[in-house]
C-alpha cells in the first residue's frame, strides 16, 4: 500500500523560509514522479513543482520558480519542497502526489497523472 504523509507546514513571516517533506511509504522516491500541488480554501488545487523518477529535470510554476526548490532524500525516501522568499499568497494547503512507477510525466502539470495523494499541511504566509 502507497502512503504519502507531509509536514513541515506552520506560519511563518512574509519573506521566510519553510521546508515541506513528503515522507513515502510502499514506493522508492527512485521509482516515482512526485509532485507538490496547493490549495486555497474555495479554489482549485494547482500545480506547483514537479521532480521526475529519474533525471534531475524539475518543473515549477511561473509563481514559485526561482523561489521554490523540490528535491528527492533517498536515504529517508523523502520528497521535499523548499520554499524561500515566501509571500502571502503562498498561502494554502499543500499536497504531495506519487505517479506510477516509471511513470515520465516531462513537464506535465496534470493531476490525474498522480495517483496516489498525502492529506496535505497548512502553509500560512503572514505579511
Known amino acids: 500500500q502507497v502512503h504519502l504523509a507531509e509536514s513541515g507546514g506552520g506560519l511563518v513571516q512574509a519573506g521566510g523560509s519553510l521546508t515541506l517533506a513528503c515522507a513515502i511509504s510502499?514506493?522508492?522516491?527512485?521509482?516515482?514522479?512526485t509532485a507538490w500541488y496547493r490549495q486555497v480554501p474555495g479554489q482549485e488545487r494547482v500545480f506547483v513543482a514537479s521532480?521526475?523518477?529519474?533525471?534531475?529535470?524539475?518543473h515549477y510554476a511561473e509563481s514559485v520558480e526561482g523561489r521554490f526548490a523540490i528535491s528527492k532524500d533517498t536515504a529517508k525516501n523523502t520528497v521535499n519542497l523548499q520554499m524561500h522568499s515566501l509571500k502571502p499568497e503562498d498561502s494554502a494547503v499543500y499536497y504531495c502526489?506519487?505517479?506510477?512507477?516509471?511513470?515520465?510525466?516531462?513537464?506535465?502539470?496534470?493531476?490525474?497523472?498522480?495517483?496516489?495523494w498525502g492529506q496535505g499541511t497548512q502553509v500560512t504566509v503572514s505579511s
Open positions: 521532480i521526475p523518477w529519474s533525471g534531475p529535470l524539475t
Open positions: 502526489a506519487s505517479a506510477p512507477l516509471f511513470h515520465n510525466i516531462r513537464r506535465n502539470t496534470r493531476q490525474d497523472v498522480y495517483d496516489f
Open positions: 510502499g514506493r522508492a522516491v527512485n521509482e516515482t514522479a
